[in-house]
């Protein structure tokens, strides 16, 4: 008896068929990806027109939101804590604005010749202001 060492024919065996699924794959993810691409390039481009955009959308929501809860319930203890906070977080954003607006000259002030004479002798100031 003779053992034939051939393998048996596949049929099935056509390479062309696993291609295009791998081709509609890499199709698919090459467009996704420059998708991602070009998307990324424009966030970079117009990154500060962006985060101005949303800003003031969010702004806009909470004044409807801050417009309607007042209007809803207002005397209310939660009314009068929004009230509140509200205006505190105005006020310090007012305050960081004001100080970045005036940053520049307030470095030049401070780099004044009196301010320069005053971090020089400020022990000797503060020895005779208290006597």
């Known amino acids: 008896m003779e053992e034939k060492d051939e ?5 099935n065996d056509d390479d062309d068929d696993d291609d295009d699924g791998d081709v509609c794959d890499c ?3 090459d467009h996704v990806t420059g998708s991602r691409s070009a998307m ?6 117009r990154k500060c027109v962006i ?9 806009a929501l909470y004044v409807a939101y801050f ?4 209007y809803y319930e207002f005397g209310d203890e939660g009314s009068v804590r929004l009230l ?3 205006c505190l977080v105005v006020a310090i954003l007012v305050i960081l604005l004001i100080r970045r607006r005036l ?6 002030m401070s780099s004044s010749k009196a301010a320069t004479f005053i971090r020089r002798h400020h022990k000797q100031i503060n020895w005779f202001v208290a006597f």
């Open 7 to 11: 393998l048996p024919d596949n049929k």
């Open 27 to 29: 199709f698919f993810i």
């Open 40 to 45: 990324l390039a424009f966030y970079r481009r």
């Open 51 to 59: 985060k101005r955009c949303l800003l003031a959308v969010l702004a």
């Open 67 to 70: 417009i309607y809860a007042l």
């Open 84 to 86: 509140w906070v509200t």
């Open 103 to 108: 940053r520049p000259q307030l470095q030049e």
